[in-house]
């Protein structure tokens, strides 16, 4: 993930910036030390919620999985509108393949939630 970081995210938004004619370094920190920001918060906020330590590791798990899924979801919204436009060189099929490609990986997601809650001692309908 640090690598999908950096070169996915950081290293294009310098790009990008700089391209802007705005200094490299601006929108990449600042959007690096928001997420620094929010993952604090989150965490403050985990805390309060008077969680007991062993159901506290699963709500972190189910909460980051669950932030995870936001982007992936807002994926396959913005490939099925640009294809619903006609004017971006994608089609519905591809927004289909991104969208099965997403159902398989979240497969041992769901796996990797749902194990835990079992061990946490939930029964196997509330796990899954």
Do not use: C
């Amino acid at each position: 993930m640090l690598a999908a970081s950096v070169w996915s995210l950081l290293i294009p938004s310098m790009e990008y910036a700089e391209n802007l004619g705005i200094h490299p370094a601006i929108p990449s920190s600042g959007g690096f030390i928001l997420g620094v920001v929010f993952i604090l918060v989150f965490d403050k906020l985990i805390n309060r919620l008077s969680i007991s330590k062993n159901n506290k590791s699963s709500a972190l798990l189910i909460s980051a999985i669950t932030l995870h899924n936001i982007p992936e979801g807002m994926a396959v919204g913005v490939v099925a509108a640009g294809a619903l436009t006609g004017e971006v060189g994608v089609s519905l099929g591809a927004g289909l393949a991104l969208a099965i490609g997403l159902a398989i990986q979240n497969i041992p997601e769901g796996a990797i939630i749902s194990l835990p809650l079992r061990a946490s001692g939930n029964s196997r309908g509330k796990a899954f």
